[in-house]
């Protein structure tokens, strides 16, 4: 069950938040152009996939649907090409919005984003991006971080904060991933090694990999937060706390 503060907390990682936000710019033109044709290609694949089925089957309602679908992906690049803008990380001040998998526009309703540097989590909101704090978490949402590249572990217990007493394995159960190499974790098939606990706490965290892409899953987000800090700390200064 998700929780913003359920177990204690006797550890000593702060975590930071930037104060202020930082503001959304218009997207140059090449990287609109680039946007629209993106949408263009799942157009042309998702309205074709379902035409294609409806040719097959003899239904023209599935056809007209097919078509219906493209025309709506070609509508939302249009309004991509339109609206589209960049922002910059207010943690480590890297740009967002150019080549990820969301789209950023000046219209953003509260939405939560994620850095790809640094992974931390974001809102955009009416031209703003800001730190998401606890006060955004909802009781759906699902704490999952991605393992950034020299990452590391917290030097205490992960769930309470308390002296680690034990160094556990963490293992994905559908690994669809070769040998990985995350910096000083050993990452072999779906396993990230040494997660630190007390002799109370274990298996609070769980690893996931998708699309070759390593991901840890925490039941609560004080806990996810915690061990982003510890990482971002390592990316900024390149000392562990």
Request: proline share 3%; aromatic share 8%; with cysteine.
């Given at each position: 069950m998700n929780s913003t503060s359920a177990t204690p907390y006797y550890g000593h990682i702060v975590p930071y938040y930037p104060p202020q936000p930082t503001k959304l710019v218009s997207a140059?033109?090449?990287t609109r152009i680039k946007k629209f044709f993106q949408m263009l290609v799942a157009a042309a694949i998702v309205g074709g996939v379902i035409i294609g089925i409806g040719v097959n089957s003899e239904l023209n309602w599935l056809i007209w649907t097919g078509a219906g679908v493209g025309l709506l992906f070609l509508v939302a690049g249009i309004y991509t090409v339109m609206t589209l803008q960049l922002g910059t990380c207010p943690y480590c001040h890297?740009?967002?919005?150019?080549?990820?998998?969301?789209?950023?526009?000046?219209?953003?309703?509260?939405d939560q984003i994620e850095c790809n540097i640094c992974t931390n989590w974001l809102i955009s909101h009416k031209g703003?991006?800001?730190?998401?704090?606890?006060?955004?978490?909802?009781?759906?949402?699902e704490f999952?971080?991605?393992?950034?590249?020299?990452?590391?572990?917290?030097?205490?217990?992960l769930v309470c904060g308390a002296p680690p007493t034990r160094y556990l394995e963490l293992k994905n159960t559908k690994l669809h991933a070769?040998?990985?190499?995350?910096?000083?974790l050993s990452v072999s098939w779906g396993r990230l090694q040494n997660a630190p606990y007390c002799d109370l706490h274990a298996d609070a965290v769980k690893l996931k990999?998708?699309?070759?892409?390593m991901f840890l899953i925490f039941p609560e987000y004080e806990m996810m937060k915690r061990y982003q800090h510890v990482?971002?700390?390592?990316?900024?200064?390149?000392?562990?706390?």
């Open positions: 140059p033109t090449g890297q740009e967002i919005g150019r080549s990820s998998d969301f789209n950023l526009t000046s219209v953003d309703d509260n703003d991006i800001r730190a998401y704090t606890k006060s955004d978490v909802k009781s759906d949402t999952k971080c991605k393992v950034m590249e020299r990452s590391t572990w917290p030097r205490e217990c070769g040998k990985l190499l995350v910096g000083h990999v998708d699309d070759k892409k990482n971002y700390h390592l990316f900024m200064t390149g000392q562990q706390l």
